[in-house]
């Protein structure tokens, strides 16, 4: 029998006080459990750094080991493409050599791409912007997809279910997930943004039904919830989310510790672990102590947050082929006092990491390690 989300008997499921120190995820793996645990630990006390990917060359990777020699312990990988409508797939076998191979700590987030025309999805332009500079976006409604009956609805199960099934290898191979869908809800540049009432309640619904699925349906073990709504208004029941994350891209670039965001965020979201899912700079960890602003982890962006490009955003190579770190953001001197620093976990201080787990493969190929 096809499975459909009884929005009243979650709702009632959901309804009670929400506990920080558990995961929302029932019997989860011990591995999930684990890094769980990790994370708690953690706060206030350790930052663990982080860094997002797209491109296979992983240029990022060297631009951290020539001036620190050391990786950060989060890595940053994305759904997008998924189902063949947008690229991106080949982040998905990345992801799993740095979750089992390279034991490091791993977060999918997922741009997700919708088609502009439902009726020929394959054959329209398809994108995760509505609301865009771009020269292609989509006009893919999020109220219709969430309305029963719809091609749409249809259309955003199947994209679901394809994503648990992915998590269900992960899941297989013993890797937990930091799971973070439908980020910054609170913009109206993707498709699932809260542009008004109407969309923010159909947004607030996607959400739920894919908690749904993932957990009652899939019955997924190993997924750690990241909400990502940015607003009050977005706000979900803090019992479908584990970690609340914050994306910020000052217009001027900082090291800041970004507490107004901080305290702004921790106090409508039922005291849970708060992370800087996505930012533009790291921050610095003296200003994050100073302040109490206790960000579990940053995650900088890809490309040009971490490596010089040209205007057609090609990477900048010196002599040696090496890209070359962006002062703007990734001043050599600043990373190489913070991955020093005792208060910040790399990739070596993840404790369960076997020592002779290797380094990932991109690295290793570009610097004959």
Not at 21 to 50: A, H, Q
Not at 84 to 96: N, P, T, V, W, Y
Not at 164 to 171: G, S
Not at 340 to 345: F, H, L
Request: proline share 6%; charged share 25%.
């Amino acid at each position: 029998m096809e499975y459909k989300t009884d929005f009243g008997a979650l709702e009632k499921a959901l309804n009670h006080p929400a506990d920080p120190d558990r995961l929302v995820t029932e019997n989860p793996s011990p591995n999930t459990l684990r890094l769980f645990e990790f994370l708690k630990e953690c706060r206030g006390k350790k930052y663990i750094s982080g860094q997002q990917y797209l491109f296979q060359n992983e240029l990022e990777d060297i631009v951290y080991y020539r001036a620190c020699g050391k990786l950060p312990a989060i890595r940053g990988y994305d759904f997008m493409g998924i189902s063949g409508l947008g690229g991106g797939f080949d982040q998905i076998s990345r992801a799993l050599e740095w979750g089992r191979d390279c034991g490091g700590i791993l977060t999918m987030c997922w741009h997700w791409y919708a088609p502009d025309d439902i009726e020929d999805i394959h054959g329209k332009s398809s994108f995760y912007y509505k609301d865009t500079e771009y020269p292609n976006k989509t006009s893919f409604d999020i109220v219709r997809a969430v309305t029963d009956g719809t091609p749409e609805n249809d259309f955003i199960i199947r994209e679901i279910d394809m994503v648990a099934q992915v998590l269900k290898v992960f899941e297989r191979e013993d890797v937990p997930v930091l799971w973070r869908p439908l980020h910054e809800a609170n913009g109206a540049w993707f498709w699932w943004g809260c542009r008004n009432e109407q969309c923010t309640a159909a947004y607030k619904k996607l959400w739920y039904t894919i908690f749904d699925r993932f957990t009652n349906f899939h019955k997924l073990t190993n997924v750690i919830w990241v909400w990502n709504g940015q607003n009050i208004n977005t706000a979900v029941n803090p019992n479908t989310f584990d970690i609340v994350g914050e994306d910020i891209y000052p217009e001027i670039p900082t090291h800041a510790s970004q507490i107004s965001k901080f305290r702004e965020v921790t106090s409508y979201t039922s005291g849970k672990l708060a992370a800087l899912s996505e930012c533009g700079s790291i921050p610095d960890p003296d200003e994050m102590a100073r302040d109490g602003a206790e960000w579990l982890w940053w995650l900088p962006w890809w490309g040009h947050f971490v490596y010089k490009t040209d205007e057609n955003g090609k990477p900048l190579l010196n002599d040696m082929g090496y890209p070359i770190p962006n002062p703007t953001y990734m001043n050599e001197e600043f990373l190489r006092r913070v991955f020093s620093d005792k208060r910040v976990v790399t990739l070596e201080d993840i404790p369960w990491r076997n020592k002779s787990m290797p380094l990932p493969s991109a690295l290793r190929k570009h610097m004959s390690l």
